[in-house]
Nanobody, 119 residues
């Protein structure tokens, strides 16, 4: 079993910043990609950013230049620094970790953290 604990969400004014963290614990032998998705009310979950074990990153066009994803492999933790936040960034943010187990990669999800950006 693996647990993902997210933190850092909250309410912020437009133009402000937040930093999300997601720490993985439990039965972890090998971690691959890590990242973040988000889901706004009435919308499908969408990719925000991913980061590979080699720290290659990928971002949604809507957050490029404003969000930065990073990871600390020693702590099994992924971060999302969000700057210049906009009301349209309001959503529940979910982290994920790809874990290698029993000859397969498995994706584990965090419980979600609310980010609300007021105009």
């Amino acid at each position: 079993q693996v647990q993902l604990v997210e933190s850092g969400g909250g309410l912020v004014q437009a133009g402000g910043s937040l930093r999300l963290s997601c720490a993985a614990s439990g039965t972890i032998f090998r971690i691959g990609a890590m990242g973040w998705y988000r889901q706004a009310p009435g919308k499908q979950r969408e990719l925000v950013a991913t980061i590979t074990t080699g720290s290659n990153t990928n971002y949604a066009d809507s957050v490029k230049g404003r969000f930065t994803i990073s990871r600390d492999n020693a702590k099994n933790t992924v971060y999302l620094q969000m700057n210049s936040l906009k009301p349209e960034d309001t959503a529940v943010y979910y982290c994920f970790v790809d874990r290698f187990l029993s000859s397969n990669w498995n994706r584990n999800w965090g419980q979600g953290t609310q980010v609300t950006v007021s105009s």
